[in-house]
């Protein structure tokens, strides 16, 4: 019960953080020791990579909860851009946030958070 309250906090504080457009990465010389066995940085970014592409809100209405990211990556036709991950890669708590951009505007865009490879939570803004 206290893992599921400690990802609720930590996805509502990462997903805060995304939708206000700030920036966050974690220092490595401010890591206690023996962390880096149970949690990954934190990395975000907020330019799309060369593969990310752009999404139309059929395409993100396609989408449902408990895809894959590859499941998700083959409707939407290209990588999206990773804004953050949290855990250890492999694990079923292993947390990711990535972003595709609309073709509207450079406001529009859909975040996808999976959990253990699985889509957990969707948001858009500015699809059409």
């Known amino acids: 019960m206290r893992k599921i309250l400690y990802l609720v906090v930590?996805?509502?504080v990462i997903?805060?953080?995304i939708l206000t457009g700030c920036d966050s990465t974690t220092d490595p010389s401010s890591?206690?020791?023996n962390a880096e066995d149970t949690m990954t940085t934190v990395a975000t970014t907020t330019a799309p990579t060369a593969s990310a592409g752009k999404i139309t809100l059929e395409q993100y209405n396609q989408v449902e909860e408990g895809m894959s990211y590859d499941e998700v990556k083959e409707i939407l036709g290209s990588e999206g851009t990773l804004l953050s991950e949290v855990g250890e890669k492999g694990t079923e708590l292993y947390t990711a946030i990535y972003r595709w951009f609309g073709y509207e505007s450079a406001a529009s865009s859909a975040n996808f958070t999976f959990q253990g490879?699985?889509?957990e939570l969707k948001?858009?803004?500015?699809l059409k």
């Open 10 to 12: 930590s996805l509502s």
């Open 15 to 17: 997903s805060l953080l």
């Open 31 to 33: 890591t206690p020791p």
């Open 123 to 126: 948001v858009q803004i500015g």
């Open 117 to 119: 490879d699985k889509m």
